[in-house]
């Protein structure tokens, strides 16, 4: 196992964007978990199963091909990153979530990421369970109250906020934290070792570039010599 960056936190706290500056930061591998449960949602919803019905859900995730090349989502052949950001996958991966066998595969194909590359992972049980002996643990939250600010920008970004008031999004935003947190398998909670950021009111940069600058220390900390050695060589 390689070295892992964990980010977890609650929906429309930035997590995705900043895992992903970060990664690139430190040339690291960005893996974003969600996007890997979306795409069981979307597998579910297009093969019609009920999606409550464990032994339904625990085939199909044993029957597909999810991949995540840098910046795209594929499920069996086909790009499916813009497909799964819509409101309908949004609202039913809360069942995907639910599941124990999709979280039990999920899992194995995270850490099997993590295997031959440093990864920046990005998720809700990523420091807790999936990665608990991870380099850096991050819990990233924001206000409700931004975060659905946020999440409503990004819905009309792509073209899908017609119709959705602000408070509609702050009011599933709540139901999403309260099930998150309360969730019997994997619940959402920052582990005991996790650094807490709250960007409320700061700028994804400024965000980054305080993980940044805490990986940086936990590295000079594993080993001075050699971040030494590379500030030098510079
Ligand atoms: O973060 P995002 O909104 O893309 O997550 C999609 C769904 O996957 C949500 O229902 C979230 O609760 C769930 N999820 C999870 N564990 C993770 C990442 C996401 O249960 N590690």
């Known amino acids: 196992m390689r070295r892992v960056v964990t980010i977890d936190g609650p929906a ?5 964007t ?6 690139d930061r430190l040339g ?16 579910a919803l297009r093969s019609g199963i009920d999606l409550t019905d464990e032994s339904s859900l625990e085939g199909l995730v044993e029957s ?15 790009d499916i990153s813009d497909l799964i950001r819509t409101v ?29 590359q440093d990864v920046v992972s990005e998720g809700r049980d990523q420091g807790t369970l999936v990665f608990p002996d991870a380099f850096v643990k991050f819990y990233l939250t924001a206000s409700a109250e931004e975060r659905a600010r946020r999440r409503l920008a990004d819905y009309r970004a792509r073209g899908q906020g017609e119709g959705i008031s602000l ?7 709540r139901q999403r934290d309260a099930r998150d947190e309360a969730r019997a398998i994997a619940p959402m909670r920052p582990a005991d070792d996790a650094i807490q950021v709250d960007s ?3 700028g994804i940069e400024e965000v ?17 010599e050699a971040v030494a050695a590379a500030e030098v060589s510079r």
């Open 18 to 23: 900043v895992a992903r500056r970060l990664a």
């Open 28 to 43: 690291w591998r960005f893996l974003d978990t969600g996007a890997m449960y979306r795409a069981v949602t979307l597998a």
């Open 88 to 116: 309908e996958v949004t609202e039913e991966s809360r069942h995907i979530a639910d599941s124990p066998s999709v979280r039990r595969r999920l899992m194995e194909w995270q850490r099997a990421v993590a295997n031959d």
């Open 167 to 173: 408070d509609c999004v702050l009011r599933d935003i």
């Open 12 to 16: 429309g706290a930035g997590k995705s």
């Open 208 to 224: 980054v570039a305080r993980m940044a600058e805490d990986v940086r220390r936990a590295r000079r900390d594993a080993d001075p």
């Open 64 to 78: 597909i091909r999810v991949s995540l090349p840098p910046g795209e989502v594929w499920l069996d052949g086909q």
């Open 200 to 202: 409320t009111g700061m």
